[in-house]
């Protein structure tokens, strides 16, 4: 079982920067598959980035050279760094952990004005 809690969202200008932190009750090394997803209102919840247990990450392309999702295996904690920040990047974020099922955190707000 992984507990996930999100951190570090808030409200920026367009333009703007946020780091958001996912903290893990256990170690996230053995995990294959840690990611980003975000749902806005009235909208349905999408991958915004992926990392995987080989190294690899995977973007979605609205946020490609934007954002970047890192792992830090030692602090058992998984980041995505956001850059660039856009209105239309205001959602919902939610870190999700792929270890026999799907483990969710409680979500953290992020909102970008124009």
């Known amino acids: 079982q992984v507990q996930l809690v999100e951190s570090g969202g808030g409200s920026v200008q367009a333009g703007g920067s946020l780091r958001l932190s996912c903290a893990a009750s256990r170690s996230i090394f053995s995990i294959n598959f840690l990611g980003w997803y975000r749902q806005a209102p009235g909208k349905q919840r999408e991958l915004v980035a992926a990392?995987?247990?080989?190294?690899?990450?995977n973007y979605a392309e609205s946020v490609k050279g934007r954002f970047t999702i890192s792992r830090d295996n030692a602090k058992n904690t998984v980041y995505l760094q956001m850059n660039s920040l856009k209105p239309e990047d205001t959602a919902v974020y939610f870190c999700?952990?792929?270890?026999?099922?799907?483990?969710w955190g409680q979500g953290t707000q992020v909102t970008v004005s124009s």
């Open positions: 999700m952990a792929l270890a026999g099922r799907d483990y």
């Open positions: 990392s995987t247990g080989g190294g690899s990450t």
